[in-house]
């Protein structure tokens, strides 16, 4: 080889092989996303990103946005548990320094929610500025396996990936199968209540009652579009949902004393349910992977007849293979019979 | 009616004045003169109790001031304040009856009782056509007068006035110093600050001279406002003029003569 | 028939006219023979049947909201006159002294803590009498030549501390949770009031307006300078401490049970004055009556325009703010 192209050679293989190998990823908002084949510290923004993250690759989670609280840190194994709080990064208010990212040596800042115009320039932002990749999944129900798969790709554990995206494929089907059979005249009313005086609610097509459109519910509230609204307790009465879903303990428990409420048809029929939040909040928030347990929750108690009575065996295999460790027998008892949960 | 004996004052941390020692009886009109801030008002305020006295006492009708509560002062003494515009537009009419309040028990609403001596003051001060309009939309002489009317409705028989024609114009001067001078005829005692040594002069049956923190001279006008002592007071030549029926008025020794 | 007499007596028409209105509108249909036999049968006491339901609307959900809105409306129009004639400004509401701020802490610590309805209003009310008594305390005991600019000074600054505090606890809430409930609360809204909220309510504002109204007429004295009202037979400060005393009580207690909602201490005294002037004997029962109205109008119409309901404080602004234009240029005395 003459010398002109040795150097040529040599210049090639310097510009060519970087200190790691590089992977292209495009991520759920469609962005091409540049990073290392080896991923070893991961940076999630937000808790649903958090919980695609610790399913796929647990030990290269760095933390949690934010500290579990003792009786939820008993749902994952301890090392899991006392990693430590790094606050969100997106979302509704940050409070994670970005200079954390740097310091604590990211590889990967992932990112999973809405992919609308002001977190992909969110996303390019933190990513120009720290130099750190960037993924932006998409953090919608139909939209969970996609992700999985993405993210196992970039984590390098694409098999495993691919295995949880599977498993939440198949239960999106089952899902949509069961409420397939359920006829139009056997759906309830239901009415979705949040806050202390269970006056909050979901509007139609609003990420907080997600699970009820895909579960083709009747939303009371949902005579009108749009996200979080406030309704009085006279348009709840005119409504007079069949069954009513909440995730404020106070409100559950004031509900059964108040006067006001006893006429409403949910509380006559004791249909009035608290959902489970250990670890995550199955229903509405946090709006991550951890909804798939509340698609069965919730379509049981709209439709006993379409859906299994027994989620025990459910709940311990998502637990398995989501949360890396199966609830105990006590655990479930605990989670499944507070009061509230389910049917008496 | 009113005593003072070696009385000093001035405020927490500050004696402006001290060693004035006067006595005022029914129907006299003593006239208080001194350069600004020379403690006038001060003095005033605490003649009326709302500031303590540093030093010596102060009598209301031979009791001391300091044993008087607030409303007892209030059913005696009738505080006439430099007219002032205020904020809301009070009638003259409420301004007036507001004096009634020393008489009134902490709950009552205005007899007709109240209403009626509130008339009768009015009248008294020829201001009966304003009683139903805004006090902040007179005249300043109007306003002057309605807050003398507010001190006679107190049933006050000492009134204290600071400086009651500041900002008034000729006539309205004339014409309010006319009023202190019926009501003096009537058996008030008026304390009564100026600037003019003509208003001593020609209203006033004595004259107290305030300076340098001290009182420099008490008597009866004529002789104690003579051109040396006020130009101990306001540093300026002056010549006292007699007019051939007795009046007497202070011209400035650089006053034009035509 | 004087000025005064036909303000108070259209007043009352439109009072009783709104409240009957109120009492027949909402999401909830109930028609007039229903309603009129629902409070006939309670009145007199035959029987009535009533559809299902119709009679907790009418006497559990939209009595008392009815009424929680008569009260906090004529609470916050009240000590908004009060205040006004007491700091010689017509440019000043309740929140001064920080009532409402306070309350605001209260409830957004209650809600940060996930507590229960009842305790969160608890919270809200006494943080309302605490930073009224902190700003007192530290106002008197400065010591400054005008007592009001110290009290309004140390208002302003408490008041913005308060703000800060309130502001660190929307920081650190749960974003998906706790979040949107203080937003609500914030906003305000008479949505979920129950009989004993106003139970508790009416007693404590009537504890505030009892007082102030027997003082009514003393109070026109705040209107001078400190001097001339001590002069004329006045203790001011004591007089002072009694208003602020009974204001404090009377908007800690609104604020507690119906959030922030502003412009009612702000507007309708003076609304209340271009129509009968400043005197307190006059003025603080016509502008208690026009707050009730005012915010009774509102409120109805925040829920019933739509499913949803409107945030009060919303309504107030828009609808306040054109009517009092109004009143102002078709009047021609001062303040």
Known sequence: MNGRAYILLLAASVTCAPASAQQRIVDGAGRAVELPTRVERV?????????????????????????????????????????????????????????????????????????????????????????????????????????????????????????????????????????????????PRVYYGRGPAGLQTGLAGSINVELLDYLGARNVAAEGRGGLAQVSLEQVLAWDPQVILTTDPNFYAAVWKDARWQGVAAIRSKRVHLAPHLPFGWFDFPPGVNRVLGLYWAGLLLYPQAFPADLRARVAEFHRLFYHQAPTEAQLDALLGEPGVLPR | MLKARDLAYGFPGRTVGSGVDFELAAGEVLCLLGPNGGGKTTLLRTLLGLLPSKGGSIFLQEKPLDEAS????????????????????????????????????????????????????????????????????????????????????????????????????????????????????????????????????????????????KALALGAPREVITPESLRHLYGVNVRIVETADGAHTCLPDHALRQ | MSRGTAAYLGALAALAALTALAFAAGRFPVSIVDLLGAFGSKVFGFAYALPENAETVIFRVRGPRVLAALVVGAALAAAGTAYQGMFRNPLVSPDLLGVSTGAALGAVLGIFLSRDVWTIQVFAFAGGLAAVALVYWIGSSVPRHDPLLSLVLTGIVIGTLLGSGIALLKYLADPYNQLPAITYWLLGSLAAVNPADLGAVSLLALAGLLPMLLLRWRMNLLALPDDEARALGVNTTRLRAAVIAAATLMTAAAVAVSGIIGWIGLLVPHAARLLVGPDFGRLLPLAMLLGAAFLLAVDTLCRTVAPIEVPPGVLTAMLGTPFFLWLFAASRRGW
Request: charged fraction near 20%; proline fraction near 5%.
């Open chain 2, 70 to 213: 607030r409303q007892d002062i209030a059913r005696t003494v009738g505080y006439v304040p430099q007219a002032h515009a205020g904020v809301f537009a009070y009638s003259v009419e409420n301004m007036v009856l507001m004096g009634r309040t020393a008489h009134m028990s902490l709950f009552a609403a205005p007899s007709a009782r109240d209403r009626e001596a509130a008339a009768q003051a009015i009248d008294t001060l020829g201001i009966a056509p304003l009683a139903g309009r805004a006090f902040t939309e007179i005249s300043g002489g109007e306003r002057q007068l309605a807050l003398i009317a507010r001190a006679l409705a107190q049933e006050a028989r000492v009134l204290v006035m600071d400086e009651p024609t500041s900002s008034l114009d000729f006539g309205n001067q004339v014409r309010v110093l006319g009023h202190v001078r019926k009501l003096a005829a009537q058996g008030i005692a008026v304390l009564m600050s100026s600037h003019q040594p003509d208003h001593a002069l020609q209203y006033a049956d004595r004259a107290l001279l305030l300076g340098e923190g």
């Open chain 1, 43 to 187: 940076y999630a923004a937000g808790p649903p990103a958090s919980m695609l993250v610790f399913a796929i690759a647990p030990d290269k989670l760095l933390g949690w946005t934010r500290a579990f609280r003792p009786n939820e840190a008993a749902f994952v194994a301890p090392k899991y548990g006392a990693l430590p709080e790094l606050g969100r990064l997106t979302g509704r208010g940050n409070t994670a320094n970005v200079e954390v990212l740097l310091q604590l040596k990211t590889d990967l800042v992932v990112d999973a929610g809405s992919t609308a115009e002001t977190y992909v320039s969110l996303a390019n932002r933190v990513q120009q500025q720290t130099g750190i990749p960037y993924l932006l999944l998409d953090g919608r129900l139909d939209a969970i396996p996609a992700s999985l798969r993405t993210l196992g790709r970039a984590l390098g554990e694409a098999t495993r990936g691919a295995m949880l995206a599977d498993y939440v494929e198949s239960a999106l089907k089952d899902v949509k199968a069961r409420v397939a059979q359920v006829k139009p005249e056997d759906r």
